[in-house]
């Protein structure tokens, strides 16, 4: 049974930083592509970043880029974001999903879900 689980949310001013974790259980870590999504009040679900395991990273919003890292240790089944000069326009509930392919910014591309952790930015 593939478990994902994210950690690491929280209240910050603007202007902070947070690190997001994510592990992944039941699935062969190598193989996936992780990503992160966020999903702000009465928006829709969108993708930030992901990483395949080659390392190769595809940003899906143009905005974090400079501010928001992810990185993975695959000998932990983590991925992480980096999130540094946080806005308040960040504010929303991120969540961490794997495929079993190449990135994609589609979140029904995914079959695989964390349950989302929250990130509050204050001005």
């Given amino acids: 049974q593939v478990q994902v689980v994210e950690s690491g949310g929280g209240l910050v001013q603007a202007g902070g930083s947070l690190r997001l974790s994510c592990t992944a259980s039941g699935l062969r870590f190598d193989?996936?592509?992780m990503s992160w999504f966020r999903q702000a009040p009465g928006?829709?679900?969108e993708g930030v970043e992901c990483m395949w395991s080659s390392?190769?990273?595809t940003?899906?919003?143009g905005s974090?880029?400079?501010r928001f890292t992810i990185s993975r240790d695959n000998a932990k089944n983590t991925?992480?974001?980096q999130m540094n000069s946080?806005?308040?326009e960040d504010t929303a509930m991120y969540y961490c999903a794997a495929r079993n392919a190449d990135c994609s910014g589609r979140d029904d591309a995914y079959p695989y879900w964390?349950?989302?952790t929250q990130v509050t930015v204050s001005p």
């Fill in 86 to 88: 946080l806005k308040p």
């Fill in 31 to 33: 193989d996936y592509a």
């Fill in 64 to 66: 974090v880029k400079g």
């Fill in 114 to 116: 964390g349950q989302g």
């Fill in 43 to 45: 928006k829709k679900r």
């Fill in 79 to 81: 991925v992480y974001l």
């Fill in 59 to 61: 940003y899906f919003i």
């Fill in 55 to 57: 390392g190769d990273i």
